[in-house]
């Protein structure tokens, strides 16, 4: 018995309206970016893969149905696969669907098991049946079927360790989209552990959250920490996905611990936290990918060492990502700052009210998550330092023009979102713990987060406020106060003039600090988890005389080496051997057949 | 209107003594090196020279390099207007206003072109990015004895714990990172093996480096005035006569100059360290915090 009912409740909705409004610049923004990049055919091909793919996750968020729902996880995962490999003249798009469509349906798995578990005990697909079956299921069922869930969503939203296809697959598919996979699609995982394990399932023990907290930190930092490394534009966004899935895990992770510890208030207000960081990442993170694409476009190169100097030729873009920058790296009072000075509250109002050991496990995730935002920092002022500024390290770079009037709308779009998205964040406050009362099932009717429509107040009585719109009146005003001390008092005008050079009168992009040289420090600092690999080689003419010098650097990703490709071994190795099975006589498979056959007689018969 | 006047008023005491305590430091290490050195006003004739000078501008450079200065100096005024704890003044928010002023300075390092600038980026980022957690714990330990993250809460500690004491040694270690000191970086040397801070700002000239600079002496001072708040906490209550009211006001101010004097201390004993090790440093002070943290769970 299968209902084709539609959802439409408050989680439903924001993430619907998260859908949107990445997807519409983005397919604003396909416009320019396809147009003269594919053939006709192929354009064709996009817009009816991008409709295919938007409506896919909207029946994602919308199916009350968990049969359904499994239908159109799989269609979101086949056409993103297809969307992966569309540039398929690429030997590198091919492997990289391939990873990609060996992982989601390695995470399908695990969610078709945690579903037949769930059917086992409500005996029908639908979402409220099951609802009410949970709460007579015994608590070891409950646990696994939470693992599982947790594996199955956690391989779709890219936690370490199951992130390993998010690097190859997200910079793989063309950037409008790579923005709506990254900025969307692997939301939808939040969006089934919401589901599923919060609302439905319900939270029964308080390791639950912890462990959604530790793999959050985990994927926190091992996202940023590998975003720093990477050089190519689209990859290093791709690993800063998963960072921010980590931070938005914190969120989550956090309400369900409070839930467990019978603290509402504080389940509601950290579950609108990751919310909020939810729909910022989507916004930002669609931005940059816009404008990484624009870049590519651009100047055919997604490497940043051969880039620089855009912000010349390309000042409006320069914008969109440095706007986009500022939002990822948490700086007031755009809207990353927002979300991750929520998070943090959460962290610190938890600790406040747990007991014992509880404090110190929140403070140090606050620690860690405040080493994310500082790395996060780092890692964008690498990216848009050597992409923008100073300049230009290649031909590629020099003759880049600015895009298109329909890309930029798009990125436009989404930049004027990542302000209005900090500024306005009382009422989207507001509006989310709507959202988090309904997944929660808690009453939010007594509950404020605000002192006004201004000041955001995260617990009544507590002395804690913060006000975006002031902070940002502020910034302005302050600003202002120095030009004005500068207007005033440097009486001068500046001259133009060279770059000091120490004497060497030939200043060039070639003396520019690099990518690889600006991330050196925390390649050494956490070289006991990159392992990084170096090689230097003197190439000479005689040998008084070393004509030039070769140098070679790159990581070794941990998870690769000691989980995946062990793992890949032992599939090749076991399918080698039950190669023996299949020598290729026909008399043999016939015997195969007739042993089936028997083995079913007698099978049906004793059974 | 009233809070606004104080908001401003305090903001302004703060940027007009700032400076002072830069000149305050330099003046004690070089006595302690048998120096007589430069008057304990030498920056504010620097201020004033700067204004007076030609600026010059790299030719590789874009707006970001002409921008700079103004959002770097807002966001040390804004940090400034935050401190007097009104409505807006939280501490974890203070940690993200300093970090929109680094982050300027660091694409701006970048602009020109110039290796020193990249250096200098590269390390600052370096070295901010791993106080973060360190100067997090901090906060952290220090508001779970307040049971609050606002700033104004910290005047109401009454009695000096186990817990704030470490808090603040760890807020020292962020300190001598954040304000480029001795182990950690060296605001006197123009040496490119050496020099992270100095480098950044290498290419600014003129009045733009001179509000750079007041960013940084307005930084430094508000950061030695949350540590002078957690290990003084503001003894003299009583604001009825004037006597009372300007007896407050000195102690007010001589508490944040004993933290100069330790940080001045601290500069002529050690030497600077290799910049891998400032990962060992940063370490120990999150070690701190954690600890810190511990103590403030315990309620010691």
Known sequence: MVNFNLLFDPLSIFFLFVIFIISLPSAVYSLGYLKGEYSQGKVTLAWFLLSAFVLSMVLVVTVSNIFIFLVAWEIMSLVSYFLVVFDTEHEKSIQAGLIYIVMTHIGTAFLIAAFLVMYQYAHSFDFLAIKNACQTMPSQVKNIVFILLLIGFGTKAGIVPLHIWLPYAHPQAPSHISSIMSGVMIKTAIYGLI????????????????????????????????????????RLLAYHSVENIGIILLGVGLSMFFINKGMPYLAVFSLIAG???????????????????????????????????????????AIYFLIGAMGIS??????????????LQAFFLGAFSAIGGSKLFLGVCAGMLALTGGLAAACFVKAFGITFLALPRSRHAEEAKEVSFSMKAGMFFLAVLTIIFGLAAVPIMGLLAKVAGASTGIDIGNMRFSLNNLIINPQVGKNIYLSTPLLALALVASAAAGFSVYLLFARLKPVSYKTWDCGYYKLEARNEYTATAFSKPFRIA?????????????????????????????????FKKYIYAPLVALVFKSASFMRRIQPGSIHLYLAYIFAALLFLIIFMQKF | MMKITLILMQAAIFIGLAPFLSGLIAKIKNNIRMRK????FQPYYNLVKLFSKQEV???????????TPFIVIASSLVAAMLIPGQRMGDLLALIFVFALGRFFLALAGLDTGSSFGGMGASREMFISSLAEPALCLAIFSISLQLGTTNISAL????????????????LFFVTIAETSRVPVDNQETHLELTMVHEAM???????????????????????????????????????????????????????????????AIVEVSVAKMRLFRVADFLGFAFALGIIATVCAMLGV
């Open chain 1, 195 to 234: 589901r599923f394990v919060i609302s439905i399932l319900g939270v029964n023990s308080s390791w639950w959250g912890i462990l959604i907290l530790v793999l959050a930190v985990i994927s926190c930092l091992v996202g940023v920490i590998y975003a720093l490394m990477d050089h190519d534009i689209k």
């Open chain 1, 275 to 317: 919310l909020y960081h939810l729909v910022n990442h989507a916004v930002f993170k669609g931005l940059l990918f816009l404008c990484a694409g624009s870049v590519y476009k651009a100047t055919g190169t997604r490497d940043i060492e051969k880039l620089g100097g855009l912000i010349k030729k390309m000042p409006q873009t």
């Open chain 1, 330 to 343: 948490a700086l007031p009072p755009l809207n990353g700052f927002v979300s991750e000075w929520l998070t």
């Open chain 1, 526 to 558: 956490f070289s006991f988890f990159l392992m990084p690999y170096r090689k230097t080689q003197k190439i000479r003419d005689s040998f008084y005389h070393v004509k030039s010098f070769a140098y070679e650097t790159h990581t070794i990703s941990v």
């Open chain 2, 37 to 40: 050195g430069q008057s304990v």
């Open chain 2, 57 to 67: 501008i790299s030719e590789a450079s874009s707006w970001i390099f002409r921008a």
């Open chain 2, 155 to 170: 005047g109401g500690i009454r009695a000096v714990s186990v817990s704030s004491i470490l808090a603040a040694i760890t």
């Open chain 2, 201 to 263: 700002v290498l290419e600014y000239s003129g009045g733009s480096l001179a509000l750079i600079e007041m960013a940084s002496y307005i930084k430094q001072m508000i950061l030695f005035f949350l540590i002078a708040q957690i290990v003084f906490p503001v003894g003299l209550r009583g604001m009825s006569s004037l006597t009372q009211t300007s007896l407050w006001v000195l102690w007010y101010f001589a508490r944040i100059a004993v933290i100069a004097v330790m940080v």
